[in-house]
């Protein structure tokens, strides 16, 4: 995919109140453009990579001006790494301002990693990102009970950890464990 470095194509508006995206109430930037096309995926809409639209850079960021008690920004799709430069200065401009980045891709951490040595913008677009969920979606290991991620191979990676220990760093915390998840919401009935 050819990109312009003032644009980035998105399937849709930036969806400013999810809670299935991450902790916390974030921002979902959903790019277009995705080869990986995974059998059951939600979102087959984003595949195209004519699709959704051309939208200038200042004004997605604009819009992430205008949130108000956001934790994070999510960027999910199609797949963000098919648009890793317009992405990575999203993801600056975001941290910048404070919000923690989670990205959803198909490809894997140690995947991203080879493709870094001959593109460093992966890398580059690694090192700003907290939270990496990866692994394509698999509809025969598909897990309604687990937390942020759709089938059992796809992880939840530390990212800074990971590049730090030069190995993958799970986050075992988000683990669906409903015992655990009770105790810390309060109940008001």
């Not at 959803?104 to 913008?121: D, V």
Request: proline share 4%.
């Amino acid at each position: 995919m050819q990109q312009s470095k003032e644009y980035i194509r998105l399937a849709a508006d930036l969806q400013t109140e999810s809670i299935v995206d991450g902790p916390g109430l974030r921002a979902v930037i959903w790019t277009q453009g995705c080869s990986h096309n995974c059998k059951g995926c939600q979102n087959p809409h984003t595949h195209d990579f004519n699709g959704g639209a051309e939208v200038p850079l200042y004004m997605v960021k604009e819009a992430i001006d205008e949130l108000e008690y956001h934790t994070g920004i999510t960027f999910s799709g199609g797949d963000p790494m098919f648009q890793p430069e317009a992405c990575n200065e999203l993801a600056i401009y975001a941290k910048n301002k404070g919000y923690n980045i989670w990205v959803y891709t198909g490809f894997t951490f140690e995947e991203l990693i080879k493709m870094s040595i001959n593109k460093p913008i992966y890398r580059e677009f690694l090192e700003n990102i907290d939270v990496l969920v990866d692994g394509r979606f698999i509809l025969e290991q598909r897990d309604l009970s687990l937390l942020f991620r759709g089938s059992r191979n796809q992880r939840l990676i530390d990212v800074k950890r990971t590049l730090d220990k030069n190995e993958v760093v799970l986050l075992n915390e988000y683990e669906y464990n409903e015992e655990e998840l009770f105790k810390r919401v309060p109940s008001f009935v």
